[in-house]
């Protein structure tokens, strides 16, 4: 079974910065899709950023100029860096896999992001 292990997340002032992390039990190369999605108070999952194989890296319209995600393979980690950070960004952020190969999905436990003054 494979663990997806978020952290990074906290309260932060507007216009501030986080990086989240996800810390994967197994390496990064057995994913076909990597990805960030957040979950707002009342409201659906929502993807933010997420980078595949066959598509590239695709961010949301909300995060597009402020968030990037990376990933490290050495680490078997994948991050979303989120700057000039807004009081709508506060959600609870999971990070997400897809197995190569098949349609197997995994999810982090998630961690909450409060941007407020």
């Known amino acids: 079974q494979v663990q997806l292990v978020e952290s990074g997340g906290g309260l932060v002032q507007p216009g501030g910065s986080l990086r989240l992390s996800c810390a994967a039990s197994?390496?990064?190369?057995?994913?076909?899709?990597m990805g960030w999605y957040r979950q707002a108070p009342g409201k659906e999952r929502d993807m933010v950023a997420r980078v595949s194989l066959g598509s590239g890296i695709k961010y949301a319209d909300s995060g597009k100029g402020r968030f990037t995600i990376s990933t490290d393979m050495a680490k078997n980690t994948f991050y979303l860096q989120m700057n000039s950070l807004k009081s709508e960004d506060t959600a609870v952020y999971y990070c997400n896999a897809e197995d190569l190969g098949s349609t197997t999905t995994y999810w982090g436990q998630g961690t909450q992001v409060t941007v407020s003054s």
């Open positions: 197994r390496s990064l190369s057995s994913f076909a899709v």
